[in-house]
């Protein structure tokens, strides 16, 4: 079974700097998905930014980018610029592409403070 | 285009009591999950079924059961709720097409379970 790991349940940035949030995984599968979810205080789950596992160039999405590493099975995820808006629990998912059901397996969360 | 609904947002029900969770999706996903959040724990699968007529086990089955009424719809039931279910529900959706999945999961706003 898959599992994914985030190391940081919290981390604190001054607006306008960048923060890293850090994810690893384990699988023996080739072919997979990988996921950074967004949730506010109003609990809605946003997708942030997905990688696909055979794709060598890191996703990017505005000021979201991530640096997927498939060997060392890490994918974190870079926040730059960062808003007030970005306050919120991050979530890292693992989807597999070997069992039915497109299942997402998630980490426990991060969660993210931005300070004035 | 209201994407996933569920209801209702807000539920508290006395030890022994059961209730059923309604999720609705207007998508036309194949796809449909049911998962719970409890803190420091992430998201957890309980059920999800593929495409319609087929339901399957997830990470945390125990105490509930699943209906897919129809490709739109897809309920959670507690028939003895149990003061270990309380927890946030999120129901989710997501397309398959030509048996390949395609990306994120779109989930639904959740419903805030307490059991006393």
């Known amino acids: 079974a898959q599992t994914v790991t985030q190391s940081q349940p919290e981390m604190s940035v001054q607006e306008a700097e960048t923060v890293t949030l850090s994810c690893t995984y384990d699988?023996?599968?080739?072919?997979?998905?990988l996921f950074w979810y967004k949730q506010p205080p109003s609990r809605q789950m946003i997708l942030v930014i997905r990688q696909e596992a055979y794709k060598q160039q890191n996703a990017t999405e505005n000021r979201f980018s991530v640096n997927f590493q498939k060997a060392a099975k890490s994918f974190s995820l870079k926040i730059s610029d960062s808003q007030l808006g970005d306050a919120a629990m991050y979530f890292c998912a693992y989807r597999s592409e070997e069992t039915s059901g497109s299942r997402l397996t998630f980490g426990e969360g991060t969660q993210l403070t931005v300070n004035p | 285009n209201a994407g996933v609904t569920q209801t209702p947002k807000f539920q508290v029900l006395k030890t022994g009591q059961s209730m059923t969770l309604q999720c609705a999706q207007d998508m036309n996903h194949n796809s449909m999950y049911w998962y719970r959040q409890d803190p420091g724990m992430g998201l957890r699968l309980i059920y999800y079924?593929?495409?319609?007529?087929?339901?399957d086990k997830g990470e945390v089955p125990n105490g509930y059961n699943v209906s897919r009424l129809n490709k739109r719809e897809f309920s959670l039931r507690l028939e003895s709720a149990a003061p270990s279910q309380t927890s946030v529900y999120f129901c989710a959706s997501s397309e398959r097409l030509a048996g390949q999945y395609l990306y994120e999961q779109y989930f639904g706003p959740g419903t805030r379970l307490t059991v006393t």
């Open positions: 699988t023996s599968e080739s072919d997979y998905y």
């Open positions: 079924s593929a495409s319609e007529g087929t339901t």
